[in-house]
């Protein structure tokens, strides 16, 4: 298990799949493309802050890539869980954790917009949810503030 944070205008590195039980022979490795210059829509958004967001590895060893949601986010995921279910407090909070979910496995998907994708996402993570929501929990904390020392300040 383990967590990576990924730094304003960094992109997360993709998850290595398995690879198939081939022969040896007819596995190929792609030869590396140089990085190609940044577009200028790229430069605005690596400038700009960032959401926190990190890489999460569950003991099972599954990846997420998950990021803090922003005012928007939480505005758009409460109108895809519905009116009817934003008072169900158990749903409503696998529903945001969801939402907070940009990558399963390397393999990236957009937010979600109603129920039925919220409920497949969850069902995609599965039985690792609960891990999950221990470890971003974990990562996507703000710092506790060092507590004041009034004897440090002096005139």
């Known amino acids: 298990m383990s967590i990576r944070i990924i730094q304003a205008g960094e992109t997360p590195e993709p998850v290595p799949q398995a690879v198939a039980a081939a022969p040896v022979a007819a596995q190929t490795v792609?030869?590396?493309?140089?990085?190609?210059?940044?577009?200028?829509?790229?430069s605005i958004l690596r400038a700009a802050p960032g959401r926190k967001t990190a890489v999460i590895t569950v003991p099972s060893g599954r990846s997420f890539t998950v990021r803090?949601?922003?005012?928007?986010d939480r505005m758009n995921a409460a109108r895809a869980i519905g009116s009817e279910l934003?008072?169900?407090a158990l749903w409503a909070n696998y529903a945001l954790v969801a939402c907070s979910i940009t990558a399963i496995?390397?393999?990236v998907h957009g937010m979600p917009s109603s129920q039925m994708q919220i409920e497949a996402i969850v069902h995609r993570v599965g039985d690792d949810f609960e891990d999950l929501t221990e470890l971003m929990r974990e990562a996507l904390s703000e710092p506790e503030a060092a507590p004041f020392d009034g004897a440090a300040v002096k005139n």
């Open 30 to 42: 792609p030869a590396a493309a140089p990085p190609a210059a940044p577009t200028p829509s790229e």
């Open 68 to 72: 803090r949601l922003g005012a928007l």
């Open 86 to 88: 934003v008072t169900n």
């Open 105 to 107: 496995d390397g393999q």
